[in-house]
């Protein structure tokens, strides 16, 4: 289930719970056998093996959360960045442990859980022995929203997230029953091209990644977002995205780009999402001060919407 933008909503009807910034998780133990699953269905278990610990809890168990890397105690994006997107060996894994923080339980020994009351369900997700796996953190409920986002905003956090105590779970939908509250803006694009580094110059570089074209999806095909170029100098991200990145012979932009943003434009097939941080949106549409936070391989492209 995906929580819907929002303002917060406060009432004793509500929870709420730190915006953990990682990577979304289900975690399934069936049979003593755990397989770990992104958010578009890809099978990430043999990027997390410090997480192998998980068939403690339970024999049969279904698990959602997110994981996270800690950078100075604070959750990381760009620090999780290489674990991503590929398979890891145990040792290297374990010298830099990543933490799976848990938030819900939808079935338990083979008893369907997802239309369960979200407090029924917490109060499951609590009986489990969560401290016994290390790897693992039960990701903490609060009764004063106001004062937690404050608190996350004090931290350099994203956010927080509201969740209704009697809503129930409802698989890869957005709910008015989870509300997200962010104070740093983020967007999800599509890649729709890309523009080699310092292009229009006399040292153009064809080998590097100099901007990304970003597009966001409408009902009319992939609407032009901009492009970003803050965020593409380190080594690890030119070598995820050269690994993501495949070439396309036109552009796939419903609409002609401006000729500034064109220059020297590479295309690229309309398959890899990338996350930005932005200051907002111009009154054309685009992207302000855009900065690249990574590749995004738990989203598909049909999954990505504007969020204002």
């Known amino acids: 289930m995906l929580a819907t933008p929002g303002a ?20 399934d133990v069936a049979d003593g056998v755990l397989s770990l699953a992104s958010r578009s269905g890809r099978d990430v278990t ?30 990381s994006f760009a620090a999780l960045a290489d674990r991503m997107h590929s398979a890891v060996d145990q040792r290297v894994a374990l010298a830099r442990p990543v933490t799976f923080m848990v938030f819900d339980v939808l079935r338990l020994y083979g008893v369907p859980l997802q239309d369960r009351p979200f407090d029924e369900r917490r109060a499951t997700l ?35 997230v509201a969740k209704r105590r009697d809503g129930i779970y409802r698989p890869g939908r957005r709910s008015p029953g989870w509300v997200k509250v962010t104070y740093r803006r983020t967007q999800a694009c599509v890649v729709g ?24 999806p409408d009902a009319d095909g992939l609407r032009y977002a901009g492009r970003v170029g803050s965020g593409l100098a380190a080594d690890a991200a030119q070598r995820v995205l050269r690994g993501c990145l495949v070439d396309a ?14 220059l020297g434009a590479r295309w690229c097939d309309p398959g890899t999402v990338v996350e930005v941080t932005h200051m907002g949106w111009t009154e054309s549409g685009r992207l302000r001060q855009p900065v690249f ?10 999954e990505v919407r504007l969020e204002r």
């Open 46 to 75: 043999a990027n997390f093996p410090e997480l192998a610990d998980l068939v403690r809890l339970a024999p049969d168990v279904l698990l959602d959360g997110e994981v996270v890397l800690l950078d100075g105690g604070i959750p």
């Open 193 to 216: 091209g890309w523009r080699p580094e310092l292009a229009g110059t006399a040292r153009v570089s064809g080998s590097r990644i100099g901007a990304l074209l970003l597009g966001v």
């Open 293 to 302: 936070r990574g590749v995004r391989d738990d989203l598909d492209p049909g």
């Open 126 to 160: 609590e009986r489990l022995d969560t401290p016994a796996v290390l790897t693992v953190g039960l990701s903490p409920t609060y009764l004063d929203g106001r004062a937690l986002l404050d608190a996350t905003i004090q931290r350099g956090m994203e956010g927080v």
């Open 8 to 27: 917060l909503p406060e009432g004793p009807e509500w929870l709420y719970e730190v915006k953990w910034d990682g990577m979304r998780l289900l975690a």
């Open 249 to 262: 012979d036109s552009s796939p932009f419903r609409e002609r780009l401006p000729r500034p943003d064109a």
